[in-house]
C-alpha cells in the first residue's frame, strides 16, 4: 500500500482490503500530506476507508493524545453502518473507536470522557453539545483530523451552516491545526464543497455517471391490465405500473425501489404485496428504527425481493448488494436521480442499472426525458446557499458564551472567520444579540456577555434540522373515516374553511384540532385555489426549460425519443391547442389564458422560478382590483384565482409594472408577498423556536396566539423567516430572464388542452362529488349509529341501530321512549317511577330525558337519529327536527351542519 508500513498493510489485508479502489489510490496520498481533501464517489467505492485508512495509520504512527480524531455522519441511522466498519478496522489495527450520539446511554457518554477514544464517531448535533462540556473540551484540543461524511446532504441546510461554526470553535479549541476531510457522493457545485472544508482544499473525484445504464419506461395497457383494472378497480395507468414493477422486480431481485412522498410508498408496497406473490417491504422516516432496521437487514440478508423508500434510503447506509434501481415517478432533479440509480451496482467493475417510471401525467413523462437529457449533458443541480443565517447565529452565540468566550468583539470576529459568515455587519450583529437579552439567553454588560438563566435548556433543546414535529390525522367527519396523514408544517399554513386536495380529491377544513384534522368533500368556489400536501423537491429551470424545448420540437414537426404513444399524445396535444385557435407555449414568450376569475400562465421557470413570478403577479392583480388573489404554481404553469373576474388589461398593468421596476424593488415585492404568505406563519413560528422566544415544547401547539407571532415580525425574527422562504422557496434570478420573453395575454371562453392538463391535476375537477352522495353517505352512518331506548312507564330498555328505533314500548306500548346514555340513566328513571329522592344533578338529567321522551312521541326514530350526531343535544335537537317538516334531506343537512359547527368550536370549550 503506498506509503503505508507492511504491518498496517498486513491487518488490512487480513481483514479482507486485498487492494486499494481507484479513489482510494488517488486520495490517501494527499491525506497523508496533510491537505484538506474534498473525496467525491459514489456509494460503494470506499469513500469511509479512504479517510480512515491514512487517519489511523497516522494514529498509529504517532500516538497522539486523545481525542485525536472525529468523524461526523448527518444521520444516526449511517452511525450504525460505519460503527460495525470503524471498529472492526480499528480492532484490528489497534485504534480504539467510540460512538457518541443522542440515543447514547449514561454510561456510554462518561467511558467517552474516562477512557476516551482514538476516534469519536457523532453527528453534527451531538459535536455542537460535546464543545460546550467542560470535560469533552479537554479532549477536544486533542483534535487534529476531522472527517465530514455526506458532505452533500450538509451543504444546502442549517444543520450544514451551524457545523461551519462548530469546525471554527473547534479550530479555537485545538493545540494543533485540524485537518479536514469531506467525503461527498455526486455533488452539483465543487467549490462550495470545497469552502466548506477551509483553505487550500485538494479535490479528488470519481464520477460514474457516465456508467449508469437508465432505462425510460412507460408501459402499455393491454386487455389483461383493463380486465384486472375492472376487478381490483385501479386506474388501468397505474396497474400497467404496478405489473412493469413485477416483471422488474423478477428479473432483477433484490431491487429498491425509489418514491418521492411516503404515502406513494405504501401504495406501491401495499399493491405489489397484494397483487403478486413478491415480498415487499417499506423503508420511510415516518417508521420507527427498529422497523428500518428490520426492513434493511432483511433487504441484506435476501428475506426479500425489494423495498419500496423515499429518500431515507438515498445516503449511504449499507443493505448489501442492489441489482437496480427503479424511479417512481419524477425524481425532480438530476443530482437526485444519480444517488439513487448511483446505489445499485455496488462494486467497482459494475454497471449501475436504474429504470425511471413517470406518471401518466405528461409533463411528468417529458419531465423524466428532461432529467435523463440533461444528466447525459452532465448537467447538475448547484446547492442553494443562504448566507449569515440569522437563527444560527444565536444559536452559536449562546453557544461561545457557555464556552467562556463572553467578548462581543471576538465573538463577531469567530462567527465572520467562516466564509458563509463574513458577511455579518456589527449592526446585525446588535440585533442577534438584543434579541438573546431580551429572551433571557444572555445578560450583557456594554461590551462583554454572560450566561442568563436560560441558556442552558435553549442550547441543548434546540437545533437546525428541519423537523415536522408530528402528523395530522384527516378524518372525514361525514363518514368518519380515516383519509390520511398531513404534517404539521403543512398543517400550519392553513385555516378553518381552507381547501385541500388529498388522495385525488377535494376537501373542506371543518376543524383543526389536537393532531387531527376534520374534513368533508367540497368543489371549488370562485377565487379560491386548493392547497397541495405533497413532495417539496424543486424542479430547475433548466429541466423545466428543457420540457418546453420537447414541446416546440413537436410542434415543428421534430421527434423527440420516446415512445410511440407517448409522442401521438404530445402530437394531438399540440394538434388540439393549434386547431382550436389557441398559441403554444414557448421558452422566450409567456403566455397568459384568462377565463373568469382565474387565469393560467404558461412559464418554464422552474418551482422556484414560478413560485416567485406567481407571487409577484398575485400580489400586483391583488394591487390593480382591491382584492386579494391567490396563486398555485408548479414548474411548468401558474394558476391565479380572484373572487372577482380578472381582464386583459388587469394583466397588461401588471406586466407593465412588473417591466418597469428594478431588481431590488422585485425583491421587496417577493418579501411582502412571503410576510402575507400562509408558509410565513409556520416558519415565524419555527424561527421564534430557533431564537429561544417560544420554549421548544411550545412549538406544537396552532393556538400560539398569532398577536404574539406578530409582535417578533418586524424583528431579526421575522427577518430570518422571509429570508429562509425566500432562499429555498423562491429564486430572485428569474427576474433577469423576465427582461428577455415577451408576452401573449388572451382572454378565453375555455381553457387550452395544455392549461387544462394542468387545471386538472390542481383542481382534480374530475373528482368533485356532488352535495348529495355526500349527504347520503352522512346519513347513512347516523341511520347505523348504536342507541339505548327506555320506556318512562315501565322501564322497559334495549338497543337498536338508530334507523330500528321503535315507535312505542315493547312491553306496555307507551309512546312516551327516551333515549338513554348508559346505566346510570336507567337508576334515575327508577328512581323517578318509585318516587325517590334525588340529588340536583339526577332531577336536571331527568328533565333532559324527560324532554326527549316528549319529542320522541312525535318523532320517534328520527330523535334517536339526531342525538347520533355529533354536538346535537336536549338545546339544540328540536331545531333540527323541525327541518323534517320540509323534507328528510333538510333535516340530515341542519344534522350535518350543527357538526360542522361543534367540530369548529368544541376546541375552544373542551
Sequence with gaps: MINVSQQFHQKLYELGYKRLTPIQERAIPKILEGKNTLVIAPTGFGKTETAVFPVFYEILKESPPRISAIYITPLRALNRDIENRLKRIGDAVGVKVSVRHGDSSQSERRNVIKTPPDLLLTTPETLMYLVVNKDMRELLKNLQWVIIDELQEMLDEKRGYELLLVL?????????RIQLIGLSATIGDVEVAKKFLGEDVEVVKIDKRKEMKISLVIPNINEEIIDLSVKTGLNPETLARIKKLEDIIREDKPVLIFTNVRETTEFLANELSKLTNLKILTHHGSLSKEIRVE??????????????ATSSLELGIDIGLINAVVQYMSPRQVIRLVQRIGRSGH??????????IPSGDIYDILECKSILDSLGEGYLEKPVIEPKPYDVIAHEIAGLVLEGVTDIKEIHKIITSSFLFSQLTEEELERILSILEAARIIKRDKSMLSPSYRIWRYYYTTNMIPDSIRDYLVIDHVTNSKIGTLDYEFVATLDEDSIIVLGGRLWKIISIEENKVYVEQTSLKSGVLPSWFGESIPVEKEVANRVYEYLEKIQKGENIDLPESVVERLKSLVEEQRNRGYPLPSRDTVLVEINGDILVVHVALGTRGNNTLGAVLSLLLTNIKGVKTNFRADAYHIAVASVVPLTEEDVRKAVLTLNSITTEEFKNLIERAIRE?????????IEAERFGVIDKDKISDLQISQTVLRAFSDTVIGEEAVKELLYKNYDITVFDYLKDFSWKIIQVPNFSPLAKEFLNRLLVLSHSEDKGAMLEIFKRKLNNCEVWISCLLCGWNKKFTSKNAPQKCEKCGSIFLTVIDGDEDLKILKKARENQRMSKKESKRLETLRSIASM????????AIGLCARGVGINNLGKVLNNLKDNEDKFYEALLNEERKFLKNRKYWQ
Excluded at 471554527?168 to 494543533?176: P, S, V
Excluded at 320522541?856 to 330523535?863: F, H, Q, R
Design 677 to 685: 404568505s400562509p408558509q410565513y406563519k409556520w416558519k415565524l413560528l
Design 295 to 308: 426492513a434493511e437487514s432483511k433487504f441484506r440478508n435476501g428475506e426479500i425481493d425489494a423495498l419500496v
Design 347 to 356: 462494486s467497482l467493475d459494475r454497471v449501475s442499472k436504474g429504470y425511471l
Design 168 to 176: 471554527e470553535r473547534l479550530k479555537r479549541l485545538a493545540h494543533r
Design 856 to 863: 320522541y312521541s312525535t318523532y320517534n326514530k328520527y330523535v
